[in-house]
Every structure is written in C-alpha cells, then in structure tokens.
C-alpha cells in the first residue's frame, strides 16, 4: 500500500491553480434559486478550503520539524569537512536533543524522527540510522512514553534486513532533490507499523548524503484529520495519488482502502466538481 509518488510541498492555504468551484450544483424548476445555489455553494467551498487548509497546515508543522534536522545535519557535514574528515555516526548523535524535542513538541503527532544516512555516506558505519521513536499508544511529551532508539538489522545480507535505500521515501528525495509523503504503508522490517512518512534529502554540495524524516502513524493522521472531515456535512475522503484513503468520514471507504472509482484521479468524476488538490501534496480531498 505504499504510495510512491513524491512532491516539493507547497505553502500551507494555497490553492492550486486553475481549480474550478467545488460542490455547486445546477439549479433547475422548482428547486433552489441561482442565489441560494450560489450561497450555498460558497460555504461547500469554505469546508473544502477549510478543511486543506487543515490538512496543510498539519504536514507543514511536521515538515518544520523535519527541516530543523535537516540543517542540523547539513551544519554538522559543513563542520566535519571543514576539520578534514568524513562525518561518523557519533556526529549524528549530536542530533538526538533536536529529534527529542521535535517528538515533544508534536504532542503525539509524531511516531518517530530522525536522519538517515546513505550507504557509505558515514566514515564508521555502512549503513545508519540516529531515528528515535515514540511507542504505540503512547505520546512524547506527556509522560505516558519514553522515546526509544530504533533498533534495526541495518546488514544488507541479512533475510532480514531493513533496506531503507530501497524505500520509496528514501530513494524519491535521493532522486529529485525534493521532499516528499509516502503512505500509507507497512514499514516491514522497520518500525512493522502502518505509517506516513514525511521525508527531505539532506546533502553536502552535490552530495547526497541521506534524509532527514518524520512518521506519523496512520491512525493517528486520521485521527487528527477527521474533524476536517466532519466539518464538510457529508462523505468526504483524502485521497493520495494512488487511489488510496488517507483519511475518511464514512465507514464504507476505511484508511488504505481503495477508494470508489469514481474518487480516484483521473476517473468518472470531473476535476473541479468535488476535487480539491492540496497544494504541493500527492493528494485530494474528494467530496462523495
């Protein structure tokens, strides 16, 4: 259920250009007249920008954070090479105050934070991660939990070993420079949870050295986005590019699922008459 397709993410409250009105219908004899319609249309268009703007705003808080540890991490590159040398996994030990404190401040948002480096990128480990996590049902910050390092089989010859730079949020910002969310999936072998994750490439120069990401649990995501959903009156879904439910306020369309034929893009419904691209991501709210 991974969702391979990755994307530069857009300013939190903007629109994509071009979209047409959403969920306005036509009027005809003896029904609403063209102001009601109208009226009624503009405040199914204040849910709809209401709640992508919700949505935004949440993947931009997380991505925040992500961004702080990715200028952490591309400052402690810039002060290894100034001193000579290839950077080690204890330099990125440095980090672990900063990924603490981005699982703190996200009151639970977050199952896990961290950086990973590239095979080789590290002058003492083949392969890396300094990831810290946030056990299930539990949040940082709250005392409930204690964030815990991830423990992995990092040994490419294992059965079973966790091959990160074969993952789709590894391999997409290694690739196109740019960030990306990927999800919902399974992270076998990893954290074995189904999960969005929220991922930018770290480097150094024309470097690429690995990149610096965040999880959210898919419970939790749709937990967090599903009063956006409410908010719109009727069955509502977020979308990612591949057809698949993110989030949804109806129990005939679950999270992971693949959503109705005519909710996926480029099918039966018409773009403009219930879609609503959320600027910069992979997907769309579709009002059913």
């Known amino acids: 259920m991974a969702e391979a397709e990755g994307s530069a993410y857009g300013a939190p409250g903007e629109r994509a250009a071009g979209e047409g009105p959403l969920g306005a219908g036509p009027s005809s004899g003896g029904g609403p007249t063209g ?13 709809v920008d209401a ?9 931009a808080d997380v991505f925040a954070g992500v961004g702080v540890l990715r200028e952490r991490t591309a400052a402690l590159l810039r002060r290894a ?7 080690t996994s204890a330099d990125l030990a440095t980090l672990r105050p900063t990924v603490l404190r981005h699982l703190a401040e996200s009151r639970g948002t977050l ?3 961290g950086v990973i480096a590239a095979p080789g990128a590290l002058a003492d480990r083949a392969r890396w991660l300094e990831w810290w996590r946030v056990p299930d049902g539990t949040a940082a910050g709250t005392g409930e939990g204690t964030p815990c390092p991830l423990c992995v089989d990092l040994d490419p010859g294992s059965v079973g070993a966790y091959e990160y730079p074969a993952a789709d949020w590894f391999d997409g910002p ?5 960030r990306t969310v990927v999800g919902p999936y399974v992270d076998y072998a990893g954290t074995d949870e189904y999960i969005l994750t929220c991922a930018a490439p770290v480097g150094f120069g024309q470097d690429f050295f690995g990149v610096a990401a965040a999880d959210i649990r898919a419970t939790d995501f749709e937990r967090a986005v599903l009063p956006l959903l409410e908010a719109e009156g009727g069955a509502a879904l977020l979308v990612n590019a591949s057809g698949r439910v993110l989030a949804s306020n109806t129990p005939d369309s679950i999270t992971g699922s693949l959503a109705p034929a005519d909710a996926r893009r480029g099918a039966v419904l018409p773009r403009g008459d219930g879609w609503a691209d959320c600027t910069g991501l992979p997907w769309s709210l579709v009002r059913l």
């Open 35 to 47: 102001e009601s319609v109208a009226s009624a249309g503009a405040g199914a268009n204040a849910c």
């Open 174 to 178: 290694r690739r196109t420079g740019r």
């Open 111 to 113: 199952a896990g934070t």
């Open 51 to 59: 709640a992508i703007t919700g949505v935004e705003t949440l993947l």
């Open 81 to 87: 090479s100034a001193e000579g040398r290839r950077p």
